[in-house]
């Protein structure tokens, strides 16, 4: 063996050398130098504490060629560079994996499976260990160490100067790695499930009794907090929600830690209480006291009136208590009062609370009013001079500042000056109507709840947004309502480009460009621990469903509106709502018929003076969460999801501990009121971030899992491991195998399954099938093909099993178990599962999909097969194989088709294009039960001989391959995203993507498979699966569908196409178009998506890879081509045919700077622009080369169009 050693340089002071990183006393590292060791098999090692000014020593544990181990220690001579033995200790426990020093008097401590052993100069001591394996170690103090087994459990182990104890403390999840922080907390890293803090007392708990076990043990462990791990997935599934946006259901963890866990896209908000309420036009929340941080009162204006709602507790009206209608919550509840001075008989524009004389302010259509919050009676009223004068538009603050327009395009900035005056400070005359306007304040980056009251609540700007001239306009409050920036709605496309062929051009021709609603806030992360600052921003609701966004930065006195973004949340007007919790994170809700969270997630730095401010924005939907109060309805199959899509027209943030119940769902969530058409719905949502976790712990392993849609509930295969608390070994062979069906909402237990002993479940399939007419006997080769699919076809769950038995090393059986789902009366339960038939298989059956015309695939070992229902001739069905299978295969452990289950009730998605990597999109995809398309393809995954492509020949009930790859991949996931382009992935942890040869006039070429893609992931992937997590954008939205214009720099030589002279002069840059989209798992627990990009968004991604590759230094100089080139065994390629999507998108997260030296390498690349070679030689001869090069420099992108690209793309993921 060789030991490799680098020396440290103690006396190093860091910045003294900025030279190599081996660059001799200067550095940090010295030059490393090499030792010969006698030992090979080395277990572990570690440097055991000697004095100063002795020389280092070794210990090192290993394993000699009869599998006896030992321990040996050396000593390390520096200068002569060479090791000396110290002293030995042969054959210590045979199962020792791990040495731990000992402090002070240079012992180790040996751990095995059977004993501890302490060994130093002369002495050795013994501990006996509980029969398990040590996986994790962290030192507490001198001679006590924190010990994890295989089981969760963690031990205490302390060595004395006489003796050496160990002592179990309790269990937590199975530790991969242990670190003590101090104070007796230590934090449980797992790769197994989720990562804990846990605390250590010195006095133990009291005992935990579980459902399903006796009464535990007393411990000395109580868990502070848990961090969400979804790894290992071994498998997960879609389920569909009613707003066209997919959650994901995952099999996670392994053994004990074993859960189920939901992930789901945007946030939720739990319904708390709903009445049926319409005509709701605008909503505010009332404080009755400005001092006090509980709302009150809930207002309400309609049409020609405006309505109040209070709170009322259970104290206040003790009847409340004893209606069994009304909520569980112990809170109040909200009743209808009056304010008497607030004006009742006219609708509001504005009502809320004044700190200037706790006062609360309400805006009319005739007046401002401002009453007194104490005893609710006008103290001041302010009326627009004339009869025929209206107020239009109206807003105000906390700092009692009010701006208001009115009929002319009047503007007015008035100001509560006492609790009796309210009076006129400004008035501007604009050019048109006001549509809206907006004071409400920035908040500077250092305000703190002790800052005074200018500070906190008083606003500088005014936005007013206009009519006519589509723009929003910052006006000044300090002056005489001067206008500081003015900020066009319109882009340079829609009003100068013509439109591109085959592109939308509603942007173009949109006359609903009118901002209908204003928001000026300072967004900060709503997570301080993930903050990474603060941005000033304008948002612009746009009656079309647009929202607009703008960074408002101030350098030396100026304004100025950076980094516009442009998304399409829905058709409907959106009324922006600003939401604070009290830590002080802040983020905007903006309604319309898909609401959304929109909230600051990072972004790049400012440049030189802090003048630019690139904002990473996150857009999250929210979703309707229902109450738990209605149980009586779980056992309905055909009740709302537990995530549905809901049209909010007006919201407002409504804090109370009586009505919601802020203690458990913690400060950093927000409760609201929202309404639509019909209903008023008080409700909280989420923490806000990207994706969201819900855990259901299994207490096993789940291996495989299913939705049945039909039925609402999940199918769970799962496999126990036999292995009591204490890590004793249960007795029964079946080691608890089952199938446990799970409600889709509540996850509550509807059903288990109990397998054979020693069957395992290996595949799970939810599909449609349709029994064929009777036949004779029990083989179905008989059965015509004219009669397949004969008769109704019913969805049906498909568990295939395999027969792990101790003596062989494949199953040589196994069984395909048909399930259907029941709703009513079967023994008295309104769910269940019923078994219908099953088929008895020679070997195990690794995978399942749906075919078509009713049909499945199975593949059992080394074959692939296709199975039908069929009725045997006395009424009951059976499953069988059709025809001929297909052989040949190493193990086949996956099998996938492009057919569909169809739903019960299809929903009406809008077209999909199926482009990946290739201009021409994909002929859509028959259903399982559609009309059968001419080539009924399939593809396999063997275990070691890559991917095959199957066909089946329905006239000769034949399964036969006619293509695949000759790499030697050993397959691990696959997936078909078209007819003819397969992605895979395997052990390496490389994917690719096949294509095959269609048109090739050679048969020899059409048989071959070939490789368009490779790409190093960096993990194991489990599964792939086609579809998405986020909602379908609407193609007419300027996500994916927008042009920008290209500056030139100069004219184009030749004066462009004939005819056309604007070609010569104007160019666009690609529009960001995907086809296929599909989601991937990882044995770490990474959810994954890869997007099938057309030939000119590839290369524009591409071509800023290799720009961000070549400008910016990576961690350590590992390059990023080397990195993720695809590598398996001696196999070495460079990446092709995949983007880097995480490293393209970390592009948002530059500075400036580094931006700007990023797009210049863009441009002088020139590969982002693929047309332009053939536009130059449709305008020019092919042997003008110095023209064609001049040509394409002449074309460049900004800063803007590659943020704008990015940023289009991070919404489809």
């Known amino acids: 063996g060789i030991l490799t050693c680098i020396p440290i340089h103690t006396d190093y002071k860091p910045g003294a050398s900025k030279g190599r990183s081996f660059a001799g006393q200067h550095s940090l590292l010295g030059e490393p130098y090499q030792v010969r060791l006698e030992e090979r098999a080395l277990l572990d090692m570690v440097f055991l504490d000697t004095p100063p000014e002795k020389e280092p020593h070794l210990a090192i544990l290993h394993q000699d060629s009869r599998n006896a181990q030992h321990v040996c220690t050396y000593g390390l001579n520096v200068r002569k560079k060479q090791l000396t033995v110290a002293w030995k200790k042969s054959r210590v426990d045979g199962g020792s994996s791990m040495l731990l020093a000992v402090a002070s008097n240079g012992g180790v401590v040996v751990v095995g499976q059977r004993q501890i052993t302490y060994l130093n100069t002369g002495m050795s001591k013994v501990v006996p260990l509980p029969s398990c394996l040590i996986i994790s170690w962290t030192s507490l103090t001198s001679g006590k160490w924190l010990l994890g087994d295989e089981f969760g459990n963690l031990h205490i182990l302390t060595l004395a100067a006489t003796s050496m104890e160990l002592e179990t403390l309790g269990s937590c999840n199975i530790s991969s790695a242990l670190e003590h922080i101090g104070n007796g907390l230590v934090f449980v890293a797992s790769s197994f499930g989720d990562s804990q803090l846990v605390q250590i007392h010195s006095e133990p708990l009291q005992p935990v009794h579980h459902d399903n076990e006796h009464m535990e043990a007393s411990t000395f462990l109580e868990i502070v907090q848990e961090y969400t791990n979804l790894g290992p997935i071994v498998d997960f599934d879609l389920v569909p929600t009613h707003s066209q946006q997919s959650q994901v259901i995952t099999c996670s963890g392994s053994s004990t830690s074993g859960s189920l866990r939901l992930v789901r896209n945007g946030i939720g908000m739990n319904e708390c209480a709903s009445v049926e309420m319409v005509g709701i036009q605008h909503m505010w929340s009332v ?418 899992v299913i939705h049945c849609s039909d039925d609402r509930m999940f199918a769970v295969g799962c496999i126990e491991s036999g292995l009591t608390q204490g890590g004793g070994v249960r007795d029964d062979v079946n080691m608890g195998n089952c199938i446990r069906f799970l409600d889709d909402t509540t996850f509550d237990d509807i059903h288990r399954i109990d397998l054979e002993p020693f069957e395992m479940i290996l595949s799970m399939a939810y599909v449609n099938l349709g029994p064929a007419e009777s036949v004779a006997g029990d083989d179905l080769n008989g059965l015509g093909e004219s009669d397949a699919g004969n008769g109704e076809a019913k969805p049906y769950l498909l568990a295939g099993t395999g027969y792990a038995l101790p003596d062989e090393d494949e199953p040589t059986r196994g069984r395909i178990i048909v399930l259907s789902c029941f709703s009513g009366g079967l023994e008295g339960s309104s769910r269940g599962v019923r078994h219908v038939t099953e088929l008895q298989v020679k070997g195990g059956v690794y995978s399942m999909c749906q075919f078509y015309d009713h ?109 695949r790859d000759f790499n030697a991949n050993w397959t691990t996931a696959v997936e078909m995203l078209t007819e003819n382009v397969y992605l895979g992935a395997e052990n390496w942890n490389n994917l690719f993507v096949l294509r095959r040869n269609v048109n090739a006039q050679s048969e020899e070429v059409r048989c071959r498979l070939d490789t368009i893609g490779e790409f190093h992931l960096g993990e194991m992937c489990n599964k792939f699966m086609c579809g998405s997590l986020v909602m379908p954008h609407s193609n007419s939205s300027t996500t994916g569908r927008r042009k920008v214009a290209l500056r030139m720099t100069s004219p184009v030589k030749g004066g462009g196409r004939e005819g056309n002279p604007a070609a010569s002069t104007k160019a666009f840059r690609p529009t960001v178009t995907i086809g296929t989209q599909t989601l991937y798992a990882t044995v770490d627990g990474t959810l994954g998506a890869i997007l099938g990009l057309d030939a000119r968004t590839a290369a524009f991604f591409k071509t800023l890879e290799r720009a961000m590759a070549k400008t910016i230094t990576p961690i350590g100089d590992f390059g990023h081509a080397e990195y993720r080139a695809f590598d398996a065994e001696r196999r070495v390629h460079p990446s092709h045919g995949f983007v880097d999507g995480d490293m393209v998108e970390s592009f948002l997260d530059l500075d400036r700077d580094s931006m700007e030296m990023v797009v210049k390498e863009v441009n002088r690349d020139g590969g982002w622009d693929i047309d332009s070679f053939t536009l130059r030689r449709s305008q020019q001869g092919d042997d003008d080369d110095e023209d064609d090069e001049d040509m394409k420099n002449q074309l460049e992108l900004t800063v803007e169009d590659v943020l704008a690209m990015v940023e289009e793309m991070t919404m489809f993921h």
């Open 855 to 963: 049909k499945i695939l199975a593949t059992v070992n080394t074959k692939t097969q296709v199975c039908q229902l069929a009725d045997d001739g006395t009424g009951m069905v059976k499953l069988g194989f059709v025809g001929i299978g297909h052989h040949g295969h190493v193990l086949s452990l996956l099998v996938k088709s492009k057919a569909k289950r169809e739903t019960a009730a299809k929903s009406k998605d809008p077209k999909e294009d199926d482009t990946m990597m290739e201009d021409t999109p994909m002929k859509k995809t028959p259903q399982s039960g559609s009309e059968t398309p001419d080539e009924q393809l399939a593809i396999v995954g063997d275990l070691m001989r890559s991917i095959s492509l199957v066909q089946y020949y329905p006239e000769h009930k034949a399964l036969e391959e006619i293509a």
């Open 287 to 704: 404080r009755k006291s400005f001092g006090d941080k509980q709302d009150a009162y809930l207002v309400q204006s309609f049409v020609g009136e405006t309505r109040v709602l209070g709170v009322s507790t259970s104290e206040e009206d003790d009847a409340m208590k004893d209606d069994d209608d009304d909520d569980d919550e112990e809170g109040g509840t909200l009743e209808e009062v009056v304010l008497q001075g607030l004006d009742s008989s006219a609708s509001s524009l504005y009502v809320g609370n004044v700190q200037v004389g706790d006062t609360i302010l309400q805006i009319t259509e005739a007046q401002v009013r401002l009453l007194s919050a104490s005893s609710m009676e006008v103290t001041a009223t302010w009326t627009p001079n004339g009869d025929d004068q209206a107020i239009t538009a109206a807003a105000a603050n906390e700092a009692g500042q009010i701006a208001v327009s009115l009929r002319g395009g009047m503007l007015l900035y008035l100001r509560v000056k006492d609790i009796s005056t309210i009076e006129l400070v400004h008035q501007s005359k604009l050019p048109s109507e006001v549509s809206s306007v907006d004071l409400n304040p920035f908040v500077a980056s250092d305000a703190g709840s002790a800052m005074d009251f200018d500070a906190t609540f008083a606003s500088t700007l005014l936005a007013v947004g206009l009519w006519e001239d589509f723009t929003v306009r910052l006006l000044s409050l300090e002056s005489n309502l001067d206008e500081l920036l003015s900020i066009s709605l319109s882009t340079e496309d829609e009003e100068e480009a013509d439109p591109v062929e085959g592109a939308s051009s509603s942007r173009t021709t949109r006359t609903n460009m009118v901002a209908g609603s204003l928001c000026l806030i300072t967004l900060d992360s709503a997570n301080a621990a993930t903050s990474s600052g603060s941005v000033n921003m304008l948002f612009v609701g746009l009656g079309d469903g647009t929202l607009v966004s703008f960074a408002i930065v101030e350098r030396d006195g100026r304004l100025t509106a950076n980094s516009r973004k442009e998304v399409s949340l829905g058709t409907q007007r959106i009324e922006l709502v600003p939401l604070q919790t009290e830590q002080g994170g802040r983020c905007v809700l903006a309604t319309g018929d898909r609401p959304t969270v929109i909230y600051l997630a990072g972004g790049g730095g400012a440049g030189a003076g802090g003048a630019f401010s690139n904002p990473k924005l996150c857009y999250s939907n929210v979703n309707l969460s229902t109450s738990e109060a209605g149980d009586e309805d779980e056992e309905d199959v055909n009740r709302p999801p537990a995530q549905q899509s809901i049209a909010v027209n007006v919201a407002t943030p409504f804090v109370s501990p009586e009505l919601f119940d802020i203690s458990s769902a913690g400060s950093k969530h927000f409760s609201l009121c929202v309404s639509d058409d019909s209903n008023l719905r008080l409700g909280v949502i989420d923490d806000i971030q990207k994706l969201h976790v819900t855990t259901c712990r299994l207490g096993m392993a789940p291996r495989r």
